[in-house]
């Protein structure tokens, strides 16, 4: 199992495209998140889908694309057709009480997840990435044009918002991250009245601004309470292993 979250538009595009002449043995899900309900489009419930993605498909023969948008795709090479239905089934459990998932009469949603069979349909499944990738291209030109335009006013260039497309990203980053760099010290003092300040101990801390410097998206990592929640997460054990390099007066 693999996840990508990079580019992941123009590498499914590229993976697929390499497909065309052997797509004997290859499904895609492709799960349509971004069309939930804003309410159940949150933050927490796409990293928990991700979480079961990988948990059905550890071992397998696999990719998971996390798309811009919030969509997911996934790649499968295999013949386990059961897999694929139950792993459908449990991510269509997971967002239950939005319409996308099931109609009000309790009837499932096809527009939850689209399947592809790429044996059958391969053209199909490269029009859609096609698609997705020229959406992508325009979004990015937008984008860069507004940093132009900002720039110009002498403000400066907006991050991108820390979504869950970064998320991946980022704590794989994190995993080898020399953290040395980010790292700082202080100290703590007592101040009792008519004495001098008596240093306690030292507080090690991580300047958020450094950190996303040396990470390679720009990314505003404070923009999302819940994403940046899970990143510290791995962030905190980087913390501890280099917590021998910083002693208590």
Not at 16 to 34: C, E, K, Q, T
Not at 79 to 95: D, G, H, M, V, W
Not at 154 to 178: C, M, T, W
Request: hydrophobic fraction near 35%.
């Amino acid at each position: 199992m693999k996840t990508v979250a990079k580019d992941a538009e123009t590498k499914l595009l590229e993976i697929v495209s390499s497909l065309r002449d052997l797509p004997d043995g290859y499904y895609a899900l492709h799960f349509n998140l971004s069309q939930l309900q804003e309410q159940y489009r949150s933050d927490y419930q796409i990293k928990i889908s991700l979480n079961v993605l990988n948990d059905l498909f550890k071992g397998q023969d696999s990719i998971i694309f996390v798309l811009n948008d919030m969509d997911l795709t996934l790649l499968y090479n295999g013949s386990n057709r059961a897999l694929l239905e139950k792993t459908i089934f449990q991510l269509r459990y997971l967002f239950m009480d939005d319409p996308l998932a099931y109609s009000e009469d309790g009837y499932e949603n096809e527009d939850f997840c689209t399947v592809y069979d790429l044996e059958f349909q391969w053209r199909d499944f490269f029009v859609a990435c096609k698609k997705k990738v020229r959406r992508e291209s325009v979004m990015e030109e937008s984008s860069q044009q507004s940093d132009k335009i900002g720039t110009a006013k002498g403000q400066r260039g907006k991050l991108h918002i820390f979504s869950p497309a970064y998320l991946v990203q980022v704590i794989s980053e994190l995993k080898n991250l020399d953290i040395n760099k980010v790292l700082h010290s202080q100290s703590i003092c007592a101040v009792l009245r008519g004495k001098p300040a008596k240093p306690i101990f030292k507080e090690v801390y991580t300047n958020i601004s450094e950190l996303q410097q040396l990470l390679s998206a720009d990314i505003d990592l404070l923009s999302n309470r819940t994403l940046f929640k899970y990143m510290t997460e791995t962030l905190d054990k980087k913390v501890m292993e280099q917590m021998r390099d910083f002693t208590t007066p």
